[in-house]
């Protein structure tokens, strides 16, 4: 089951970056995501940065610096709120990325807040071509489970560390 | 979202235990869940104990604990599979935990194990009561995703434990 997996990988990993790159890996080889990323708001600069991406190329990760509200990704993070684009190619969107001269026709695009219950940490996004039959719906809530797993997890390892920092 | 606010639950709370029944109570405030309890398997005795529970009894607890394989809570454990008991009453199962007689007519029963990929840790189990077109097959998937998300703070948490030992 992919949340089992997915538990495991954010658990075993040696660090969070590396437990983000398999998360991505797991999303590639079982269900077919061959672009996605994931990215957290960085304070300092006020900006959505990449932290670990599967399918993209370092231009592209460079490239894909949003302000919040800024871009589909600024939005999701902005309005807390998730997003699905189909057909990729017959809309203006995701210019930024250049990746809509890169994905396969027919691949939609799906963003999910990282977030709990009071605050906001970044964006989750997934390039998918969906199947015939495969539910759209089902798709965007199971990207949403994987985003708490990955918020719980960030937060618990913070909150470790700070308590690491505080003792030492 | 039930799920946004029991990951906060999971993140914020002082311990462990507390964040068990802060998440317990959220099931009871957002999804009236009158009965529930978390087992987790001990490995000394070889069995599976209540961790936290709400709405059961000091006796009812202290009766709650069982071998692998044993009762309804033992065979979810052995077998890592979920399961749903409709209307308590007309079977005779639970009996050791003494419930039967006391929730309402038509409460079902669901348990999950406690699981990552490749270790199963405990169960879940809740006593609720399904209202009129409400999805069991949802409400299972639901607490499935919610031992996920108890199974990876657990491990983290035990994780950054034994780092702080070994440096200590």
Redesign the interface.
């Given at each position: 089951?992919l949340?089992?997996?997915i538990?495991?990988a954010?658990?075993k990993a040696p660090s969070f970056e590396s437990a983000l790159n398999e998360v991505l890996k797991i999303l590639y080889s079982y269900w077919d995501v061959r672009h996605s990323f994931i990215s957290f708001f960085d304070p300092e600069s006020q900006t959505l940065k990449i932290v670990s991406a599967f399918g993209l190329t370092k231009e592209q990760i460079r490239r894909a610096i949003f302000k919040k509200g800024e871009g589909m990704v600024g939005k999701v993070f902005k309005n807390e709120l998730p997003v699905l684009l189909q057909d990729l190619e017959e809309k203006g969107y995701l210019n930024k990325l250049g990746l809509k001269d890169v994905v396969e026709r027919g691949t939609s695009f799906l963003a999910v807040p990282l977030?709990?219950?009071?605050q906001v940490l970044g964006v989750f996004g997934v390039f998918k071509k969906f199947k015939e039959g495969e539910s759209k719906e089902k798709a965007l809530e199971l990207l949403?489970?994987l985003g708490?797993?990955i918020?719980?997890?960030y937060?618990?390892?913070k909150?470790?560390s700070q308590e690491?920092a505080f003792w030492e």
């Open positions: 089951m949340t089992s997996k538990g495991e954010l658990v977030k709990t219950a009071d949403q489970t708490t797993f918020s719980i997890t937060l618990i390892n909150k470790h690491r």
